[in-house]
């Protein structure tokens, strides 16, 4: 269940595609990789996914949409404009859910130089930008990064248009796989991700470290879920000697950086007068061990 993050200087084709290929991700001119998320007081799975190019099926609607030209379509180099920046605060206040503050912020971060190979698409009706989606380029892979849109066209599915677009532009250009980011079980934002090409699509087993197909995936078997579990299965036996315990979630747990508490969950022992120690158990899916 290996986290972490990384700031990079520089990054080539190739070291993206290795990065990619184990489940990492950009963030900002960094990259990191995490098999949890926590939201609010809840700790969830964070679900990493792959399309394999060549296995890739486009929805009719796309194509019916491409023949219409409600949208003009323009591919090119990352130059992110004030117009760019002004449509980003208009989707930005059309979604439910907290985004980053800006566009710069999620490509740039703090920083002002990108050390990605960045394409952007801009979608136009008449002369003025519709929507947006930025993509990063590795020597045989991809990655999505932020899809944007005026919400006036969201009957056009835009964000999914969008997506669709850079798998098209990869495919022509030889590229192997797209990675779409993750998909979070229990929070369905994001599920709009596993309803495109399904026969295509992979997910990241952090278990066995490797990409197997989405149709074999199975919420019982998530890492949290396991965890609660095989947790939860230690209240009893503690109780029935008379050893004080209580699950916890960890409040110590940051997906960005490796700590002394690696595990969003623990059973917590408590002291007693007998025993003036404190101990925490938790459980790593990897190898299926308490530690």
């Known amino acids: 269940m290996y986290k972490g993050s ?48 060549q296995e890739f099926e486009y929805p009719k609607w796309f194509r019916k949409l491409q023949q219409k030209n409600v949208f003009k379509v323009a591919i090119s180099d990352l130059f992110i404009t004030a117009e760019h920046e002004l449509l980003y605060q208009q989707y930005r206040e059309s979604r439910p859910i907290d985004a980053p503050v800006s566009l710069e912020s999620i490509v740039y971060g703090e920083g002002c130089n990108n050390i990605y190979n960045t394409k952007i698409i801009n979608l136009y ?27 006036a066209y969201a009957k056009y599915s835009v964000g999914k248009f969008l997506f669709l677009l850079a798998v098209q532009f990869c495919q022509q250009e030889g590229l192997e796989f797209f990675y779409p980011g993750y998909v979070v079980p229990g929070n369905t934002h994001f599920d709009y991700k596993l309803d495109i090409s399904k026969a295509s699509l992979s997910y990241f087993d952090v278990s066995f470290d490797s990409w197997v197909p989405i149709k074999s995936f199975r919420e019982i078997e998530l890492p949290t879920m ?66």
């Open 125 to 151: 009706v008449n002369d003025q930008l519709a929507g947006a989606g930025i993509f990063d380029i590795g020597e045989k892979a991809a990655a999505g990064i932020v899809n944007f849109y005026d919400p």
């Open 226 to 291: 396991l965890m609660r579990v095989n947790l939860m299965n230690l209240l009893e036996p503690f109780e029935h000697v008379e050893i004080p315990s209580c699950f916890i979630h960890n409040a110590n747990y940051f997906f960005l950086k490796n700590s002394t508490w690696d595990s969003p969950f623990a059973v917590y022992i408590l002291p007693t007068d007998d025993h003036p120690w404190q101990f925490a158990i938790t459980y790593n899916t990897n190898n299926n061990h308490y530690y």
């Open 6 to 53: 990384r700031e990079l200087n520089s990054i080539s084709p190739q070291q993206l595609d290795d990065y990619l290929s184990r489940g990492w991700f950009r963030m900002n001119q960094s990259i990191f990789t995490t098999p949890f998320l926590q939201e609010a007081f809840e700790f969830r799975d964070a679900i990493w996914l792959r399309h394999t190019l």
